[in-house]
């Protein structure tokens, strides 16, 4: 679909977890996806762990040098104005000169958005950039994007109207859903149901003929699979996010205390072992890669900071995806007049 | 610890599944937990419903006549008011009249408040009554008490503030957590984090020396065990509830669906079926009870609407331990300037 091989820069020195699996996870990557991989960070020590994976063919990665990291502990506005030089920065500015398409960040989420603004800008038409993060849901093969999960937790309704055309668009274009279904997080079905934010939301959504808006989704619907996109503001959104990873992880908690009780658990649990990977598999959220930032005018995936080697592995491929799709494209063609539906003007323009 | 026997009113009539169930539930609460119930609903219905259990001990019930139902589809405030009869109306008379000190509806949550509001009014120095749902944790046996979930979805700071007293007291002498840790939903944990409304309800909290507030609650927090009560808007609160409710069906659902996989897997959940069963009561919402209708001057447990006998006689076990517990007198008398520490004062007042 793309016209030429996608180049992403990983900011390898943003994770939690030190460089060591964001170069994992890069290499497999880069070996496994047809791409091209620019390695952001300390060239010292991505040469040493590039090292360490020895025999693997890294022969699509180059190591771009980077001069420190923006931390958690100082402001991330702060942290990415005085660090010129800090990997995230690098990265953004690798895109912004368009030697790299994408960028992948396992950092501090506050740091890569401010360095996308500062380095990017916005998407013309886009207020507000919102982030958004792809969810399973009841069905094994069927996702939901959510947006916003935490770049904005004060909006107007007119950004969740574009949030909802953000999400649109990469339901159809990367996720593949021939007929996306938008839904409005609100606590009731009716129209005039909830706080002003969703009642004022739920008029322009409607009035909105680009939006394949379907109607209020309660909280019960966010997973259902009855909705392609959700979206919301920026606080109900990273509520929900935080606490779906958790109520997941609490959930496998409870099987694994509970199965194994008794004589007849301890036999059978041990028998399930394998399928007790495959539940992990499907409900784990590091399967289902970052978040994306969704309104800047590049692809920016945002991944955990606790991300190991493959949620980066994911992320990165959804990067991939995000370009050879040409989601950035899409949005700013929609926000210049152009229709949703027709590929082709993309792909002249 | 109550000077009296527990008599409480339960509307007969709201629910979902028709007065069976909620008869049913009322039976049992009537025969095991040393209360009085008052069965509002038609006579005649009631009265064959109760026949149906032949045999039953139904000495502890009397059936209180209603006319008509505050229907789903009418608007709640309209409907509680041009139908005075109606069974949730009667219901809230009982307790208006001090023949009753609880109700336990399963009936339209709107309408319970409704009802509530206009015969009962609220306790003096909070402005807006609050729903309170309690939450399973991650631990087997400690539970947590989050609100509003759904009776405000535009709140001012000092209604977060009264939510956590009303919440502290419920957890500090109905779930008997000797010193609770009360948390505010936001999106990170500093005290500079989130919304305007979460911002200046921090400084609220912080300042309140009554309240025992340890910090802002992250999504992942909510259900972790660190946190006794959790206050939030009655948006918020709505989503995270109902999230929370079809996550638990989804990862049964997944578990279900992924345990059989394999002739392993057959062998091993056949052997598994009642862990099966156990896990199911750990996670399952009505096993712990209907959510309070908090700040009004009785005890008001509304049930869901969907709920079979069960869930009702859990309903009315809360609405009896809230009473014994003398909820409402120590929010009264917290409001009038008591402390909450001398449970003798409330005694005494």
């Given at each position: 679909m793309a016209s030429t091989r996608a180049k992403i820069a990983v900011d390898a020195m943003g994770g939690d977890r030190g460089p060591g699996v964001i170069v994992a996870g890069a290499i497999r990557a880069a070996a496994e996806l047809d791409i091209d991989v620019l390695l952001v960070g300390d060239s010292q020590i991505l040469e040493a762990e590039l090292a360490n994976h020895d025999g693997a063919n890294i022969q699509n990665i180059e190591i771009v040098p980077s001069e420190g990291v923006v931390s958690m502990d100082e402001g991330a506005l702060t942290g990415v104005r005085r660090k010129p030089k800090a990997s995230i920065n690098v990265a953004m500015k690798l895109v912004k000169e368009k030697r790299a398409q994408g960028v992948v960040s396992a950092g501090h989420s506050g740091a890569a958005m401010a360095a996308a603004s500062l380095s990017l800008g916005r998407i013309k038409g886009i207020d507000r950039p919102a982030i958004g993060a792809v969810f399973p849901t009841m069905y094994a093969n069927k996702s939901v994007i959510v947006l916003d999960v935490g770049a904005n937790v004060d909006c107007k309704p007119k950004y969740l109207e574009q949030f909802a055309l953000m999400g649109t668009i990469y339901s159809k274009?990367?996720?593949?859903?021939e007929e996306p279904k938008v839904g409005l997080v609100n606590i009731g079905e009716e129209a005039t149901k909830g706080n002003e934010l969703a009642k004022e939301t739920y008029k322009l959504l409607s009035k909105n003929s680009a939006i394949p808006f379907v109607g209020n989704a309660e909280g019960r619907d966010v997973l259902s699979g009855d909705f392609d996109v959700i979206v919301c503001d920026g606080f109900v959104g990273n509520v929900l996010l935080k606490f779906a990873e958790a109520v997941g992880e609490i959930m496998l908690q409870i099987v694994k205390e509970e199965l194994p009780f008794g004589v007849r658990g301890k036999v059978g649990s041990a028998v399930l072992k394998p399928n007790l990977r495959r539940i992990k598999q499907r409900i784990d959220h590091a399967e289902h890669g970052g978040a994306l930032l969704l309104g800047v005018p590049a692809v920016c995936i945002i991944s955990h900071g606790s991300s190991q080697a493959p949620s980066i592995f994911n992320a990165i491929r959804v990067a991939k995806e995000a370009i050879d799709h040409q989601i950035v494209d899409r949005i700013q063609h929609y926000q210049k007049g152009g229709s949703l539906d027709l590929v082709s003007e993309v792909k002249e323009s």
């Open positions: 274009y990367v996720l593949e859903v």
